[in-house]
């Protein structure tokens, strides 16, 4: 941690392949969730990847750090959040993939025209990747109006945002998302249609406790079935230390899905 | 295996605490599947399970196998699969058990007013499990009517399976059922309103292999939400032996989720 402003961070990620700009405090600050989600994106990925819900540009950047023919369009509805983001793409060190990376300020839930207009046209994704904000349990103190406003709850949230990334999906785009376990019911009506050959992957925190977070990738337009993958773990019986998988997803040594 | 009748078997489960007649040849002939449905069902269970689409009964019997003061209501619409549950509750070697079963020969899916009338009454069951019938990808042959009749697919069939489970389920029934993951969009929406606090379990054939079933266990009227507990996995590496825990919730000697 480099403090670059009292209220800010500059943080290394990919072991130092990229760099964020990030707000000092808060549980909008990005961490193993947007790691894991970048490392769903197939590694001979090319294409655009549009990172709904990018925060400071954690996921997509990762994405881009990985695969080096890829570009990551940023879509954060903060003006706040975006800024850092903006922030993130003028450092030194972010300088060999900031060419590929923009940010669009916009909400993914806005009517077709309003997105339109900020940049986000039909069909202009070959994958898109999304973090939806929650509420965590034991997190209705909201301590700040930033992270108030990342965590707004919304029951057709999967609805709208997958409406949304079905509209940008380009032929045969991919899409991945993680997700708390208890959205899945709201998750898979939503992907019905629209996104289909869905692999999901528990991820736990160790290997006798149940799952904190799902990841799925499906595929725009395809008729597969969904299936279950092996499950993640991130740490091992005891101790903090990630297990050498969780490791090299969270640092872009390997894929989530294997490929 | 005793041959009783050229046609049918008799066979050992449990190891030995309880036995099936079973047509001799079928993929409706009992195994895993309804060994891990009934070990979804808590060691202290007492009162009524209804086993839903029972078969020969395997399901429902090795539920009062293990659990000492339950009772079984066996419904299976097809007449030969209930001649062959009778035939098992007049086995000599049932006989410990076969005064805690009985067979009912309903549809589940049919009307209230007729299954009132074959014994399925609102709110008679403490605990309903259920295995339905679904098409094996690769199964299209159909060898014969039985199995044809076991495994007709009906895209409503979930929502319908979890309505008459809903209505026979007294004040916090519990509710366990088996399935392919293909049928998770369809089972989970089906659950809500109705039961809660579900609990999933993916079953994987080995560790590094997508799931081939998952089972899925819940509360009636509870509120809690969708929980993702551990896998199960059912062999080593290599070879055809059952890991240990595979091998003992086959066998009534564990219980899927710990209780």
Redesign the interface.
């Known amino acids: 941690m480099n403090a670059d402003k009292p209220n800010q961070t500059i943080d290394a990620f990919h072991r130092g392949k990229f760099w964020l700009v990030q707000p000092a405090r808060g549980a909008h600050r990005a961490g193993l969730d947007a790691m894991l989600l970048a490392a769903a994106v197939p590694g001979n990925f090319s294409g655009v990847v549009a990172d709904f819900g990018a925060g400071a540009g954690a996921a997509g950047l990762a994405v881009i750090a990985r695969c080096a023919k890829a570009r990551a369009l940023l879509v954060e509805r903060s003006p706040e959040m975006a800024e850092f983001a903006r922030s993130g793409l003028t450092l030194e060190q972010n300088a060999a993939i900031a060419g590929r990376a923009s940010v669009v300020e916009a909400d993914v839930t806005s009517p077709a025209a309003v997105r339109v207009v900020a940049g986000l046209t039909d069909n202009c994704a070959d994958f898109i990747i999304m973090n939806p904000p929650f509420n965590e349990e034991g997190d209705r103190a909201a301590p700040d109006a930033l992270k108030r406003q990342a965590h707004v709850m919304d029951t057709e949230l999967w609805e709208r945002w997958l409406r949304t990334a079905a509209a940008l999906a380009g032929p045969k785009a991919g899409l991945a998302l993680i997700a708390r ?2 959205s ?2 709201e998750i ?2 939503a ?2 249609g629209r996104f289909g050959a869905a ?2 992957i ?1 991820i ?1 925190p160790r ?5 904190i977070r ?1 990841v799925i990738r499906a595929w725009y337009g395809a008729r597969g ?7 993640l773990v991130v740490h091992g019986p005891s101790g903090n230390r990630f297990t050498a998988r969780a490791d090299d997803l969270c640092n872009g040594a390997a894929s989530l899905f294997g490929d």
Do not use: S
């Open positions: 376990p208890v899945l019911p898979l009506p992907l019905k692999q999901m528990a736990h290997e006798d406790r149940a799952a799902i079935k969904l299936t279950v993958a092996p499950p």
